[in-house]
């Protein structure tokens, strides 16, 4: 033998070097793979998220409240979701390059392989209404619910037809009185209103957080034409 | 020991796992291999590559367990070999040698590197030629060199060079030609 193999067979046998346990190895690749899975889990809630908001936006009020090619586009992207989900992807990149073949896979495959999957669970988490649930959780949290009520600004735009607000008073159901989103109040007519898009026979409730869709009549006074809920995922 | 010779590297392996004895067969199987190999990459003087040897033998050993039998044993260990090499390069303990390599198959195959229409001058011999084409190496980056020396010298396949480097096969082959370019200035002696 070489005086090098010499000098390693002798630290070998007298116990200088040991051999690191199998379950240590073991432990760290579970863990790799364990994370890989919480993160593509979550990317797709993520992407379940913006699902969500992005279906629940009222697309036709859209060209009104934001004029201009585009820029509606611009407003009602889901910020926060989208980073959340694209650190999650940027982790799932590296930590699938941690894997022992990781590394033999184009980084885009890796990518795009794990957008399909979280794009599927997240379709699959949307339509079991997990994201709505989700939201009306969320929204408990107060720099949540501020960051989302900012977003949600943008439908309070009285000039252009739109208002959005909280009921505060009904009267005799031809009239209601709504303090839309800065706080002013507003006389609405909503006797000839087509009441809710989609939700069928509901009544207008004080508290009810609504959109009226119509024009101003007179300083602070407003003719709805349409009454819109909001709801989960859509405050207004 | 002697039937051990005949037996694979992934065979020793599982032997070494029960048997600490059988690991020396390991040790004995690669020790000069991976000498030239750092060398190449990073002429560092005997002294050194001697000690790097000891820290990539006693990794070997106590990572035995993680070695996966699915992998070509030579990958990991040149995988670990680049791993300390290129971490004692990084901290600047370049104890820089000229190379020298006077084998006749790294000559050979340094040869192939060279373009098809250069016409060799006479007085360069095979040994000449050997020298010059490893001192032009050690003139190009650390990556671009180590891909060289795994392909051209150490006759690694793109697979394999992807394991020691953790690289995907498409990165493998995009860096061998961006290396080669990088080289080709560099042998503008066989010009003159």
Known sequence: MSEIANKIMKKVKDGAVTKIPKWRFVSKRVFIWGSLVVAIVLGAFAVSMMMFQIVNVDWDLLPRVAPGAGFGLFKIVPYFWLLIAVLLFVFVYFDFRNTRKGHRYNGGVVIGVSLLIAFVLGLGAYFIRTPERADEMFRQMPFYEDMHMGREMMWNAPDVGVLAGVIIEIRDGKAIILEDMIKHVWEVDIEKAKIGKGVGEKVLAVGDRIKAVGEIISLGKFRAEEIRFGGAGRRF | ?192
């Open chain 2, 1 to 192: 020991m002697k039937n051990l010779e005949t037996r694979t590297d992934n065979e020793i392996v599982a032997i070494a796992l029960n048997d600490a004895d059988v690991f020396a067969v390991l040790v004995q199987r690669y020790e000069k291999k991976l000498f030239r190999y750092i060398f190449r990459i990073s002429g560092f003087c005997r002294e050194t590559i001697e000690d790097l040897l000891q820290e990539i033998f006693i990794k070997v050993y106590q990572n035995l367990n993680d070695f996966d039998d699915q992998f070509s044993f030579s990958s990991w260990i040149y995988r670990i070999t680049h791993n300390v090499t290129v971490s004692h390069l990084r901290d600047g303990k370049k104890d820089m040698n000229v190379l020298s390599i006077e084998d006749e198959d790294s000559a050979k195959s340094l040869i192939e590197l060279l373009p098809a229409d250069v016409d060799l001058p006479k007085e360069f011999d095979r040994k000449n030629l050997s020298k010059e084409l490893q001192k032009a190496l050690m003139k190009i980056p650390d990556k671009y060199r180590e891909v060289l020396v795994l392909f051209y010298i150490e006759g690694k396949s793109y697979k394999e060079i992807s394991d020691i480097l953790k690289r995907s096969i498409n990165s493998v082959s995009v860096l061998i030609n961006r290396a080669k370019m990088k080289l080709k200035p560099e042998l503008e002696f066989l010009n003159r």
